[in-house]
């Protein structure tokens, strides 16, 4: 990621955007992760700077809830997950 847009910031705030940006472009590949692997509707993912990832959505059953929270913690980019994934029978 080319940082240099940020070098007229102060280091500490500089830090600060580098790794937001960092967290955003995590949690878009993320996204693009698990609308491949798995049937979410509206998907929404985000992340923080301290890897933690919230994923927010419908799917089918609580299996498939819990496969999503499992498959982002093996995935090694993320240190917590919030799961806020609905089940909705019938849907996804």
Same mark, same amino acid.
């Given at each position: 990621?080319?940082?240099?847009?940020?070098?007229?910031?102060?280091?500490?705030?500089?830090?600060?955007?580098?790794?937001?940006?960092?967290?955003?472009?995590?949690? &878009?590949? /993320?996204? %693009?992760?698990?609308?491949?692997?798995?049937?979410?509707?509206? $998907?929404? +993912?985000?992340?923080?700077?301290?890897?933690?990832?919230?994923?927010?959505?419908?799917?089918?059953?609580?299996?498939?809830?819990?496969?999503?929270? &499992?498959? /982002?913690? %093996?995935?090694?980019?993320?240190?917590?997950?919030?799961?806020? $994934?609905? +089940?909705?029978?019938?849907?996804?």
């Amino acid at each position: 990621m080319d940082t240099s847009a940020f070098d007229h910031l102060p280091e500490s705030l500089r830090q600060k955007v580098i790794e937001a940006n960092q967290a955003y472009a995590l949690a &878009a590949e /993320l996204s %693009q992760e698990l609308a491949e692997r798995f049937a979410i509707d509206d $998907l929404q +993912v985000a992340m923080t700077t301290g890897q933690v990832a919230a994923v927010s959505g419908s799917v089918a059953s609580e299996e498939v809830r819990q496969s999503v929270t &499992a498959f /982002l913690l %093996q995935s090694g980019k993320v240190s917590q997950v919030h799961n806020g $994934l609905m +089940v909705v029978p019938g849907g996804s």
